[in-house]
């Protein structure tokens, strides 16, 4: 099939994209800032979830933020497909949003369940979403979108299969985590810049 009737430009709201670069920066500064305040707090052997865990000194600190960058998330997925006939992505994003949320929402310790499934939309969704956003950016943003969501994905499975006995619970969810939210500034920053994403027709 020919290239130009494939390809399809539309055009996104400008601005679009700084919940997405703000939210990864967010996360990562909280998270760095809350393993400093926690006195006995250790990256390696302790879940990132531990930070938000209900009693802790980091719990409404982090807690809140991981919930603040859940609202962006769901907010800059409206912003970039409302437009689009994109099927796939849409979904992708929105569940990596929810997790946000439900991990800020719902301290491990006191909801386990609905903790460990937000986390592992995160993680699961987070990176899928990053490899899916290659179908639509351009250049090195595209490469960089399969590199961040397949280092995510591997990490993610990986953990399931011993890794995390080298790198600790804590190590392999941050190789899980920080690929997810590297990219999600890296995107933003990509989709502030530019004012029309690509949308294949599948």
């Known amino acids: 099939m020919d290239e130009t009737k494939r390809t399809q430009w539309y055009n996104v709201k400008k601005n679009t994209g700084f919940g997405f670069a703000v939210g990864g920066i967010l996360a990562i500064l909280a998270t760095t800032a809350s393993e400093a305040i926690y006195p006995t707090y250790n990256p390696r052997n302790d879940a990132i979830s531990y ?7 980091t719990e409404i600190f982090w807690d809140f933020s991981m919930v603040v960058v859940g609202c962006l998330w769901l907010w800059e997925t409206f912003n970039i497909f409302r437009d689009s006939h994109r099927k796939v992505s849409p979904v992708l994003f929105t569940l990596t949003g929810i997790g946000f949320l439900m991990v800020g929402l719902s301290p491990w310790n006191q909801f386990p369940i609905t903790h460990y499934i937000g986390a592992n939309f995160i993680f699961l969704f987070g990176s899928l979403s990053a490899i899916s956003a290659s179908s639509f950016t351009l250049g090195g943003m595209a490469k960089l979108s399969v590199f961040s969501g397949f280092m995510s994905l591997t990490a993610y499975i990986s953990g399931y299969f011993g890794s995390n006995y080298i790198l600790g619970s804590g190590g392999i969810e941050r190789m899980i985590f920080y690929p997810i939210l590297l990219w999600s500034i ?10 029309e994403l690509k949308m294949i027709k599948t």
Not at 51 to 57: D, E, I, K, W
Not at 186 to 195: I, P, R, V
């Open 51 to 57: 930070l938000g865990g209900a009693g802790v000194p």
């Open 186 to 195: 890296a995107f933003g920053g990509y989709t502030l810049n530019t004012q």
